[in-house]
């Protein structure tokens, strides 16, 4: 199943896609809910990013491609670090090039998204707290994350979360094709196969340090061949059984 969220009108709403059509869900997908009898076109309404997490968990270096490409010894444990809910943008959405950065990179990724409140849970449990899995741009000012040190600057501009277009609830999150696309050339390229810690191990991570609450994220690190974007570039991360992510870089 895929799960939408869109705005109709004034209007937000969750739907699930039926082939080219969305049926309106009636109530929470997080919670009780139930498939109405209403379909909408796509065109008569705005794709928004799937869920508004609470706050995104992100994962460093967590491919081992990416690992050999940066010459680093593979890590021991994850490297966690957050965005905030407020860099959150829609599919088709704008991202921000900053006036204070001189290298954006894009950052394609699979997101987990949690179905229901998780403290403390272990690995083996991990499969029940989430709900499906969407498509992440963990877009990063290069120069500022060096620059700094720690990351939070460089990762946590407005804009600087794309997510969606769906939440596929069916897909095997430890084989899944992921590309990048910079203006349709393909940067990007592995499968979720490659990475180091596998989602029942990220949500069992994250969950020990702090509750996750439903609709939040956890971002689960980037393969090889990040590289940057200018003002005017179409970026998009595509993963297989979910969809197509694409923004457009403009000046922040
Ligand atoms: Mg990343």
């Not at 599919?91 to 990179?105: C, D, F, K, M, T």
């Not at 949500?203 to 971002?219: C, E, H, K």
Request: glycine content about 10%; overall charge negative; aromatic content about 8%.
């Amino acid at each position: 199943m895929k799960f939408v969220r869109f705005q109709q009108g004034s209007a937000v709403r969750y739907g699930v896609l039926e082939g080219e059509n969305i049926r309106i869900v009636e109530g929470d997908i997080f919670g009780q809910w139930a498939m109405g009898n209403q379909t909408v076109k796509p065109d008569a309404i705005k794709l928004l990013a799937p869920c508004v997490p609470s706050k995104a968990v992100c994962i460093g270096l967590n491919y081992h491609g990416h690992a050999k490409e940066m010459k680093i010894d593979l890590p021991q444990e994850p490297l966690m670090f957050l965005k905030p809910s407020s860099s959150l943008t829609h599919p088709g959405g704008e991202v921000e090039y900053p006036a204070i950065s001189r290298n954006l990179h894009f950052e394609a990724e699979l997101a987990i998204v949690i179905g229901k409140q998780a403290r403390k849970v272990a690995a083996a449990d991990a499969r029940g707290y989430i709900l499906g899995y969407t498509c992440a741009n963990d877009v990063t000012a290069r120069d500022i994350q060096k620059s700094d040190g720690q990351w939070t600057r460089g990762k946590s501009f407005d804009t600087f979360l794309p997510l969606g277009p769906c939440i596929a609830t069916d897909i095997d999150p430890d084989n899944t094709d992921l590309k990048l696309y910079l203006n349709g050339e393909v940067k990007q390229a592995s499968n979720t196969r490659d990475l180091i810690f596998k989602v029942e191990e990220l949500v069992a991570f994250a969950s020990q340090v702090m509750t996750l609450y439903p609709g939040d994220v956890i971002l689960t690190g980037t393969p090889a061949g990040v590289g940057p974007m200018q003002v005017g570039d179409k970026v998009a991360v595509e993963l297989a059984g979910i969809g197509r992510l694409e923004n457009t870089i403009v000046k922040g």
